[in-house]
T-cell receptor, first 116, second 114 residues
Framework: DAGVIQSPRHEVTEMGQEVTLRCKPI?????LFWYRQTMMRGLELLIY????????DSGMPEDRFSAKMPNASFSTLKIQPSEPRDSAVYFC??????????????FGEGSWLTVV | AQSVTQPDIHITVSEGASLELRCNYS??????LFWYVQSPGQGLQLLLK??????LVQGIKGFEAEFKRSQSSFNLRKPSVHWSDAAEYFC????????????FGSGTQLTVLP
């Protein structure tokens, strides 16, 4: 079975540009997560969806960040405008069920973003 | 609020030596506990998890972890480390019956010497 699929794997962009990261969760999984990983802050949850509805977006750093999940098989994380401090690895993850704490979270391989 | 502490930022062991990575959690009720491994340039892969039952949990790649409620710990162990085990290891805790997400520790970087 395919795992969580993220694109692009690597992106280098200039400050001020819009960045869109994409994620396809594992088929049948009801919950989807976006995490950000940096050396300074470790692994941070940005937002999580259950049945395509955003449940907790308290981790989204500011209005420049937005996430959507138009259907069960696709989600985007958008940064507009991007800044150098947004450079990080962004992970998408998914899990079956409505109570993610009780289920294994499956991670994608990450999108490595560098903003110059 | 739940929290996870991994007190060792970096551990170095020789290949063939035993390994123990520490994890302490804070949560008032029954926790769900996980260990994930992240190889360079990769996402996180689940090694093992504890929900209930036997407090000694076996995982993939020869890893095991023991849940000790009295110590609020869930340490990861391996009797003989292989060079391919060099990676970063994350402990995570979830609240049983909660719809909230897992809380991850800050990670322990493992270096394996030949």
């Amino acid at each position: 079975d395919a795992g969580v699929i993220q694109s692009p794997r690597h992106e280098v962009t200039e400050m001020g540009q819009e960045v869109t990261l994409r994620c396809k969760p594992i088929s049948g999984h009801n919950s989807l997560f976006w995490y950000r990983q940096t050396m300074m802050r470790g692994l941070e949850l940005l937002i999580y969806f259950n049945n395509n509805v955003p449940i907790d977006d308290s981790g989204m750093p500011e209005d420049r960040f937005s996430a959507k999940m138009p259907n069960a098989s696709f989600s985007t994380l958008k940064i507009q405008p991007s800044e150098p401090r947004d450079s990080a690895v962004y992970f998408c993850a998914s899990t079956p069920g409505a109570k993610p704490s009780g289920n294994t979270i499956y991670f994608g391989e990450g999108s490595w973003l560098t903003v110059v | 609020a739940q929290s996870v502490t991994q007190p060792d930022i970096h551990i170095t062991v020789s290949e063939g030596a035993s390994l123990e990575l520490r994890c302490n959690y804070s949560y008032g009720a029954t926790p769900y506990l996980f260990w994930y491994v992240q190889s360079p340039g990769q996402g996180l892969q689940l090694l093992l998890k504890y929900f209930s039952g036997d407090t000694l949990v076996q995982g993939i790649k020869g890893f095991e972890a023991e849940f000790k409620r009295s110590q609020s710990s869930f340490n990861l162990r391996k009797p003989s480390v292989h060079w391919s085990d060099a990676a970063e290891y994350f402990c995570a805790v979830g609240a049983a019956g909660s719809a909230r997400q897992l809380t991850f520790g800050s990670g322990t970087q493992l270096t394996v010497l030949p």
